[in-house]
């Protein structure tokens, strides 16, 4: 731990293994340095700048003040994993990080309106709901688990992977705004309502998409690649 003060504020730089909760005061600034591991939850009042590196929170990720995923340091882009909650009233700024749910009991996601860029689920049990819409600049990737839309929409600019075995519960609208691919692996579930409504991008499917509904808005394409697309709008 290297602790060092500026116009007030203190600054404090570090890394390895916290155990129990990690709680970031008010006007504390933290720079990591290394990678962290947290067995309890991280509370952040204060500002919280990985630099590039990771975090493993054993437990929620509580955001009041800031959270900079920003890699300038270790530039190998931040991934952030945590096994609880994911509770954001303040600002998280995600830059190219990833941000991967892998607990195994539920785990609630508040985005507060701030984009994830990377997001990406892999549970090998529980359930991840949604408590607000969420938006990922980068890929979204479910690999295992439950996901419960909980009636909350997702936007998403990056590749869309839903893997086989997940149980995606797409209760809202899926809008994709970005050029992508599309890719389900669940032998043609349904995804609900589907939007396309980038800048004049282009959605790749490559494999069968399903949907309640579909729309494709002006200056935008939906190519099908040879593969299913079944739209039942009744």
Known sequence: LGRGSATG???FIMGSTIEGDWTIDAEAVVDMSEDVTVTGDTFVNGTLNTNGYDIDSGGD???????DATDDVETDETLIQLEGSWLNSGAFIADQ????FNGTSTQ???SGGEAFYN?????????????DPIEADGAFHLKDGAFYANGSNQYVAGNFTVDN???YDQDA????????DFTDNRDA?????VVVNGSSDTVTQLTAMVADSLTVKGGNTLATNGFMLAVDAG
């Open 173 to 180: 609208t899926v809008e994709f705004n970005g050029t992508l």
């Open 61 to 67: 990720i509580n955001i009041a003040d800031t959270l």
């Open 165 to 167: 075995g997940v149980f």
């Open 119 to 131: 997001f990406t689920m892999d549970k090998s049990d529980g359930t991840v709901y949604l408590q």
């Open 189 to 193: 579930k349904d995804m609900g309502v």
């Open 108 to 110: 609630d996601i508040t």
């Open 9 to 11: 504020t203190t600054y």
């Open 97 to 100: 990080s990833t941000v991967e």
